[in-house]
């Protein structure tokens, strides 16, 4: 009886992941249907508007997943998540890709497989135009403001200082502007965005101190099917000029508004 129930068990799960795997054609879990993940806290790449490119949703990235889906003929679809839950949501098949101006690092690289780099950004500091600091070892007394997960807070750890973590880019800024904290270490592009947005900040550069950082789209590990198109897509818009374009015309609209 208990090896009936057994047997039985495992013939359900065979059929349950056949159906699951029959639902993974064309490399998404629904065939018809891109779906993304993002955390839309991050302009130029990813942020809500009335007007988006795909729904609500707009940015460099935004526009770089609807033509990857329509490419392929399929429909996309955006879930707007946090972004420390991303890979997870990735693991567990909520969403067929991750586009969200993610570095492909090595400690990602474990766990998801990155497609060709589409964009190349670096760390910088953004800090009070009357600001001492001029170089990352400046930081050793200050307050430091990095955003949770981002690999701006890995490398503020690597260097050994102590910092504090916001959930938003958005946030950690602010208290810069009130005086709260003395630098916010995060991506390049964001960063020219956050101070086109904030009178009286600038951005410090250290090319010594941090690496240059290579956005990439994550997809599940393995899953050459959907890696494939994305790479193509992807290659196509770099040699066409379009990501290019798309780069230019979202940061000037962002930093205008
Ligand atoms: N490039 C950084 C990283 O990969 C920050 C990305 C933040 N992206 C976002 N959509 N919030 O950690």
Redo the contacts with the bound molecule.
Sequence with gaps: MKKATKVLTLALAVVMLTGVLTACGGGSKNGDTLTFG?????PP??FVTSNGVIGEYDGIDMAIAKQIADANGMTVAIENME?DSLLVALQNGQIDAVI????A?DERRETVDFSTTYYT?TQVMIVKEDSDITKATDMADKKICV?Q????EVCVQGMGYSYEAFKK?TEAVLELVNGKCDVVVI?SA?AQKYVGDNEGLKIVEDASAFES?E?AIAVQKGNTELLDKINASIEKMLSDGTINELAVKYTEETSAE
């Design positions: 993002t955390n839309a806290e991050f790449f990813e972004f969200a101006g993610m570095t690092t950004a955003v997960g981002y690999t701006g880019g991506d964001t950082e956005y």
